[in-house]
């Protein structure tokens, strides 16, 4: 049959089309790293001394049910100039969004028992 040449190449190239298809959502995720939650960025940055909103490095001075978190204005101001041993995030200040979406992470972080 004459057909049959035809017909594989029609189905090497629906092949092609799915494997295409298949692949995109991988390159589309690594586009999306740059979009992390504030649960990634707090992860990153903060939770190594605020293990679950606390204060390992100050246990008095908890993250979770500050006064800092008053308002977006207040935290950011904090972030810009921490003082004793909270560290400075250049790139956690310098970055808008970013500062929003820590935010509202640790806005809804539950008190701890020690607050
Ligand atoms: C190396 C440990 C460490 C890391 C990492 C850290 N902090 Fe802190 N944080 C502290 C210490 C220590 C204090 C208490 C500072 C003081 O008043 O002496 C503090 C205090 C705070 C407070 C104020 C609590 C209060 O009521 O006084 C907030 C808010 C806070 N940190 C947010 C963050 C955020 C957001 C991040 C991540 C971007 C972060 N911290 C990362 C150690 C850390």
Known sequence: MQQTGSHRVLKSASIFVFAAFC???ISYADEKKAERSGEDIYKQYCSSCHVAGGNTAKPKKPLAGSSVL????TFQKYLESPP???????SVVEDKS???KLYEYCRKLPKTAGA
């Open 70 to 73: 008053k308002s977006i204005a």
């Open 98 to 100: 970013v500062i929003k």
């Open 23 to 25: 692949l995109s959502p």
């Open 84 to 90: 004793g041993h909270m560290p400075y995030y250049k």
